[in-house]
């Protein structure tokens, strides 16, 4: 099972996510490979070569994606990603009335690429606190139907 963990983040929040993904995994002993976009390359191609994939993205602007998602979130709608399994984690804000839309989106553009998004979509209210990584780690059993 190839597994890969791509994830934007601006200020570290999101990153905070991935690392509880990444230990999860490691103390599942699974290996994954690890892209945080923009500074890794990371395209919508590149999600074939993957049968799992974690997928973390912030929301910005009035519920708009992270600009260095937008193009691999124009793109997922040219790949054809029947049979990959999706989970889904971000950090939002309550602040703001579109709390944590760039997830919903993501979740309807795999889905309509053919992926299974499973699970709850991990939406963490800033940092994450103890509960949101419990949250994160059900959302990873889920995903690799591990426990
Ligand atoms: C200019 C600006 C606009 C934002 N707009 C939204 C928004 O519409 N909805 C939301 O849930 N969060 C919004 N946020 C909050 C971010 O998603 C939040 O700060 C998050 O923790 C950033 O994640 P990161 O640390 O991984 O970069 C906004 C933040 C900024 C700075």
Do not use: W
């Not at 793109?75 to 990603?81: A, G, K, N, P």
């Amino acid at each position: 099972m190839k597994i890969a963990v791509a994830y934007a983040s601006m200020t570290g929040n999101t990153e905070s996510i991935a690392d509880e993904i990444k230990s999860y995994l490691d103390e599942e002993n699974l290996d994954y490979s690890v892209f945080h976009i923009p500074s890794d390359d990371f395209y919508a191609f590149d999600l074939v070569n993957y049968d799992v994939i974690f997928f973390g993205s912030y929301t910005y602007g009035d519920g708009d994606l992270p600009f260095e998602l937008m193009d691999l979130y124009d793109e997922v709608e040219d790949e054809d990603l029947t049979g990959k399994r999706i989970g889904l984690f971000g950090s939002c804000d309550s602040f703001y009335p579109l709390y944590g839309v760039a997830l919903d989106q993501f979740k309807e553009r795999f889905e309509f690429a053919g992926a299974t998004v499973i699970g709850e979509l991990v939406k963490v209210d800033l940092d994450p606190d103890d509960k949101d990584l419990e949250l994160t780690r059900a959302m990873v059993d889920e995903v690799l139907a591990i426990k």
